[in-house]
Structure formats: structure tokens, C-alpha cells
């Protein structure tokens, strides 16, 4: 691979062409005629040599090969010349990259670079691959320029900071908004590729998965919620927890208990209030609290499980590395807190490994060897079955759980999955978890990165 560096040039008498100067053994190397690209921005330019450049192997991240711009080709192309890039090039092209964007949610914190941690966890693996990394929101496009004003990463400083880039060619989804289609509008006018590109509601998650026939069997029964559907299910199971359909971590879940004939015990983890209604306040109750015009989901709640009286369940990491081959880099245990039964670590939820938490629930007789292996079979086949959606997946956290009888239950897949857990339980799961998409991220940019045996820092 070529690693370079690129420094504005003194070269005065040519600064009004756009020339890209060398060292003698790289200008030929490359042709005289020919089309420089960064991201999405590219321009016509000469090669030419210049002998003040010293020669380089350009195999060494530390020691890279030297090319040298005009000031107005760094402003045109937007280069940050704080970073380190790969150089590739063919009879016609010289691309300069990867130039990578992270695509955020809206919140306003995200624009700080001490919000920015796990992305800059990610950055551990920045001198096997080099580029421009850039965290952005939609908004921070600006769509006339064809530009973004976000935060890109220093690797000089370690920092992540504030800059007018480019447009990335690969964009890694980390966040969704009411806007979510537009990276999809614009895939033809900027030909990124956008991965994570889609996020399914939890309805339309299940609908695509009831029809599969080895994942049904691990499917709770699910229907859209009505005043109708919530008696109905409550008539043939006492428990039954409603979801919203678009909000993940736990947030905004209600449990709700046949207590008696007539009677209801609520638990709203909204409010963390417990309380009793009668049938008859049933239908106002779920009016008032916005649960129809929210549209949730309904499940028979599940007797999962439990650790000293507390539920748990299995959260599963699967990733494509730059083979574009799905593997499975980390699963952890989630336990819900004494008299809890969110089992989410953002809600004080404690990871456990695997083996740990089976010995815990079943004893030390469990087959956790067998219960691993049905566990990644699961998995393996929720990926392989969205892979053929169409949609560009890269990156899932597959919600899992036992009941008390061993069987498997598929309670959840999110396309923008957490892993403070993992960061607990195993630095080096924690890190493979944060690099593995940057892996990608490099592969489908069409860059290589180095060490690809040892991506542990």
C-alpha cells in the first residue's frame, strides 16, 4: 500500500496549474495527464517531479511518500493535511482517501469532541488505515457547495475538529432522524455507498422475519396495538408488554398485568410509576398515554430466564469485516437491576459473559458450548436473511434471551447498537467491535488497510 502525506506547495511559478508535485520515483509512477479524486471532489492535474522531494518506500505509515499542492488544490479538494492517506491509482485516476463519513443523530452534544468517545475509540486502528474520518448530521451538509461542516479526526492531535470537508464516498450509519431517506435520495448525484442505509420499526422488523422458518419458531407473537388486540392477548396471557415501535434501549415500554378479572396492574418504565386500573379505564388510560397515537406493538410478556429473581438476556454483535463476510465479534449478557425487568445497560442493566450467566440461571451443568453455537446459528441467519432485503447492512445488535425452559426468543435487532457493555467485560471485544466497521468502511472505499492480522491495539 502507499502511504502519503500531502503538503502545500512553494512552488510559485506553476501554483496557477494545477500541478501535483513528487518525488522522482512516484511521478513516474504515475501518469502526466491524469485526474485527482478526494472523496467526491476530483480535478484534472499534471504530475510532475520536483527534486527537492526526497524518495520514500511509501510502505510505512510513519514514514509516508511526500506529494505536494497548490494552496487553492487543497481548498478546491478540501484536504486535511493534518492526516495521514492512502494513495491508489490507475491509467486515468489517482485517488487520495479513504475519506470516511459517520453519519450522527441531531443531537446537539454530538458536536463536541468529548461526546465523540466512542468514535475516537474507533480511531485506534487510524494508522493501519489512514484517510479522512468525518462525524456529520444531515443538517451540517450543505447540499450547493456539495460539502459537509462537521468534525473530522486529527490523528496528530487525537482530537476530533471542526473543518468545511468533503463529501465522503463511504458513509457509516450511526444515527437516524425524520430525514432518514436522504442519503438514499442522493446516492446516484453523490455515489456513496451508505451502509446501515435503512432502520426497520420494530413492526416492520417483525413482518420481515414471521416469514422465515427458522426464525419464526424464536418470534413472540406480535400484533399492532388496539384497545381490541390488548384485551384479546390479556385474555390468553396475564402479562403482556407493549413496545413503541421505533424507540430502542428500553425506552418508553410498559408492562401491564391481569391482575384480577377486571383489574390491571401497570408498570410504565416511561415514568417509572406502578399502578391498578379497572377494565373500564382500560381504553382511556392507553388514550391518555399516547400509546395508539404513538403506534406500539403488543408480545405476551416472556418468562424469561432470571438471576436472583432478575431477567437477562443476550445481546449479540454481528459485523461484516473487509471480507464483506458477516461475523460474530462479541456477545454479552445483560442483567436487569434487583426489582427491574429493563434489562438494558443504559438503564442500569450489569453485563455478564455467556457461560457466566447460564451457570447463573441453569447451573453449572448447562451446555453453554451447545447454547453458544445455536446462538451464532441464529444470528448467522437474521443476516443472511438481510442481506437479501436489498438494503446495505453491516452492522447489527441482536437482542436474544432464554426462557426458564431453554428456549431461544428473538426479542430485537438494532442497526445502531451500543457497547458499553462489552467495554466492561473485555477491552480488546470492545475495541474489535468499534474498528470492524472502519475495516469495512476502508474495504468498500476501494483501500486496503495494513496488518490485516492483527487489528488489536
Not at 33 to 46: D, N
Not at 310 to 338: F, H, Y
Request: aromatic residues 12%; hydrophobic residues 35%.
Amino acid at each position: 500500500m502507499n502511504w502519503i502525506k500531502v503538503e502545500r506547495s512553494e512552488d510559485a511559478w506553476e501554483s496557477s496549474q494545477n500541478i501535483l508535485f513528487t518525488s522522482h520515483e512516484l511521478a513516474n509512477k504515475l501518469k502526466s495527464q491524469t485526474i485527482l479524486k478526494f472523496g467526491q471532489k476530483e480535478l484534472p492535474i499534471l504530475v510532475k517531479e520536483l527534486p527537492s522531494i526526497q524518495e520514500s518506500d511509501r510502505a510505512n505509515f510513519y514514514q509516508p511518500a511526500i506529494i505536494q499542492l497548490s494552496e487553492e488544490m487543497i481548498d478546491e479538494l478540501l484536504i486535511q493535511t493534518s492526516a495521514t492517506y492512502q494513495l491508489e491509482y490507475s491509467e486515468t485516476t489517482i485517488k487520495i482517501g479513504p475519506v470516511i463519513g459517520l453519519l450522527l443523530g441531531d443531537q446537539h452534544y454530538y458536536y463536541h469532541h468529548r461526546r465523540l468517545k466512542e468514535l475516537t475509540d474507533a480511531m485506534g486502528i487510524y494508522e493501519k488505515v489512514g484517510g479522512l474520518f468525518i462525524a456529520f448530521r444531515y443538517c451540517s451538509i450543505d447540499w450547493e457547495e456539495k460539502c459537509i461542516f462537521g468534525h473530522y479526526y486529527n490523528d496528530v492531535t487525537k482530537r476530533w475538529e471542526y473543518g468545511k470537508l468533503p463529501i465522503p464516498t463511504v458513509v457509516y450509519r450511526r444515527g437516524f432522524n425524520k430525514r432518514n431517506n436522504f442519503v438514499n435520495e442522493y446516492k446516484d448525484e453523490f455515489q456513496w455507498q451508505v451502509f446501515n442505509d435503512v432502520r426497520f420499526d420494530k413492526w416492520e422488523m417483525y413482518c420481515q422475519l414471521k416469514d422465515n422458518e427458522k426464525l419464526n419458531p424464536f418470534l413472540p407473537k406480535t400484533e399492532l396495538l388496539t384497545v381490541d388486540s390488548c384485551l384479546a392477548i390479556l385474555e390468553r396471557h396475564p402479562k403482556v408488554i407493549l413496545k413503541p415501535k421505533s424507540l430502542s434501549r428500553g425506552r418508553g415500554i410498559t408492562i401491564i398485568t391481569l391482575k384480577s378479572p377486571g383489574t390491571f396492574e401497570i408498570d410504565d418504565y416511561r415514568y417509572y410509576n406502578d399502578f391498578t386500573i379497572a377494565e373500564s379505564q382500560f381504553e382511556e388510560y392507553l388514550q391518555e398515554g399516547k400509546y395508539l397515537n404513538n403506534e406500539y406493538i403488543i408480545q405476551p410478556f416472556l418468562n424469561l430466564a432470571n438471576i436472583d429473581g432478575s431477567p437477562w438476556d443476550i445481546r449479540v454483535v454481528m459485523q461484516k469485516n473487509g471480507e464483506n463476510q458477516w461475523i460474530c465479534n462479541g456477545i454479552e449478557c445483560r442483567l436487569a437491576p434487583t426489582g427491574k425487568m429493563i434489562t438494558n445497560i443504559s438503564n442500569g442493566g450489569r453485563a455478564l459473559h455467556l457461560k457466566e450467566a447460564l451457570e447463573l440461571a441453569f447451573g453449572k451443568e448447562v451446555d453453554s458450548d451447545r447454547i453458544s453455537k445455536d446462538i451464532h446459528a441464529i444470528s448467522m441467519e437474521f443476516c443472511k436473511m438481510m442481506d437479501l432485503t436489498g438494503y446495505h447492512f453491516a452492522e447489527f445488535g441482536l437482542d436474544l434471551a432464554l426462557d426458564t425452559h431453554q428456549h431461544y426468543w428473538f426479542i430485537e435487532a438494532n442497526v445502531r447498537p451500543t457497547f458499553k457493555g462489552f467495554k466492561v467485560l473485555d477491552e480488546q471485544i470492545y475495541k474489535q467491535i468499534c474498528y470492524e466497521p472502519i475495516l469495512y468502511s476502508t474495504s468498500i472505499a476501494g483501500f486496503s488497510w495494513g496488518g490485516n492480522d492483527d487489528t488489536n491495539k
